[in-house]
């Protein structure tokens, strides 16, 4: 069983930058696929970015957010920089134990925290 706590989500002015951290429970986190996903309002549930040893984007987010993680500390990080307004919405941290490839659909994920909202105001 692995715990995924999310932190850092809030409302932020369009260009500014917030920072999203995921705490993961697990003796064996380094081994994992760690996730981000953001749900808009009415929308699905779509990927943001991923890593394992290396990191993939989805094109809207390229240039603008990162992906970075400190295994000692169990933890996963989203850094985003240039935010718009549509990048508005619930940001979900998740965990793929299995695949042990950087980039996995989003139906290996086989955990996820609770999610936290971020607001980019115009």
């Known amino acids: 069983q692995v715990q995924l706590v999310e932190s850092g989500g809030g409302l932020v002015q369009a260009g500014g930058s917030l920072r999203l951290s995921c705490a993961a429970s697990?003796?064996?986190?380094?081994?994992?696929?760690m996730g981000w996903f953001r749900q808009a309002p009415g929308k699905v549930r779509d990927f943001v970015a991923s890593i394992y040893w290396s990191t993939y984007y989805a094109d809207s987010v390229k240039g603008r957010f990162t992906i970075s993680r400190d295994n000692a500390r169990n933890t996963v990080y989203l850094q985003m920089n240039s935010l718009k307004p549509e990048d508005t919405a619930i940001y979900y941290c998740?965990?793929?134990?299995?695949?042990?490839?950087?980039?996995?659909?989003?139906?290996?994920?086989?955990?996820w925290g609770q999610g936290t909202q971020v607001t980019v105001s115009s």
């Open positions: 998740a965990a793929d134990t299995e695949s042990g490839t950087p980039y996995t659909p989003i139906s290996s994920y086989d955990y």
């Open positions: 697990g003796r064996t986190f380094s081994r994992y696929t």
